[in-house]
């Protein structure tokens, strides 16, 4: 990408999410077109804080561009930890929390779904870094007004509204599912 554009030119870059321990993503495809825009179902694909830290956050130091670090964990405990050890790199700029992943010890549920959940995890995250917060949110909610707020009374700097809403396309001829996982988020929507 860095071929194609200036990343000095940036106000900021954040790669994609990273979690703790390295994950596939879904699996193929990933990805199809219908009459209303594009789906995607990538998943969290990461090679995990290890390799992010060892090769990601170096790359960038080439560039005066500030590093916001997107972090997705499968437990609050979790985004308090990666939030520490990031938090705490020079290079990084500010943290993404990106609640709209799912809450894998609550049954899948994305963080983000709950203002209870958004406002102690944010909450926890902010007692260990005083580098400033981004919370992801997910569209995918009845109020999202009420998470947006639970976020930034809880210390979040900025929001952002938010991650792709849930979609799907089926195959009138197989009659499955166009891409690999069920509920794919729409990335871009026209007609």
């Known amino acids: ?5 200036d990343f000095n030119l940036l106000g900021a870059v954040i790669p994609k999410s990273i979690t703790k321990y390295p994950q596939r993503g879904n699996q193929n ?5 219908t009459k209303g825009g594009m789906i995607n179902s990538i998943g969290i694909q990461s090679n995990g ?7 990601i956050v170096p790359y960038y130091k080439q560039y005066r561009a500030p590093l916001i670090s997107s972090i997705s964990a499968e437990s609050i405990d979790e985004f308090v930890e990666m939030s520490e050890i990031i938090g705490a790199v020079p290079k990084v700029s500010a943290l993404e929390l990106n609640i709209s992943c799912p809450n894998l010890k609550s049954d899948g549920r994305a963080f983000g779904m709950s203002d209870d959940v958004t406002h102690h995890l944010v909450s926890r ?11 992801k949110l997910t569209p995918n909610v009845t109020d999202i007004r009420s998470i947006a707020l639970a ?11 938010a991650n792709t809403p849930l979609a799907m396309a089926i195959d009138i001829h197989s009659r499955q599912p166009k891409i690999g996982n069920i509920m794919g988020g729409v990335i871009w929507a026209g007609y």
């Open 151 to 161: 976020a930034e009374g809880a210390g979040a700097d900025s929001l952002i509204v």
């Open 29 to 33: 495809p990933r990805a199809c077109e």
């Open 1 to 5: 990408m860095d071929k194609i554009i």
């Open 125 to 135: 995250v902010r007692k260990v870094t005083d580098k400033p917060i981004l919370v």
């Open 49 to 55: 804080i290890d390799y992010y830290l060892k090769e």
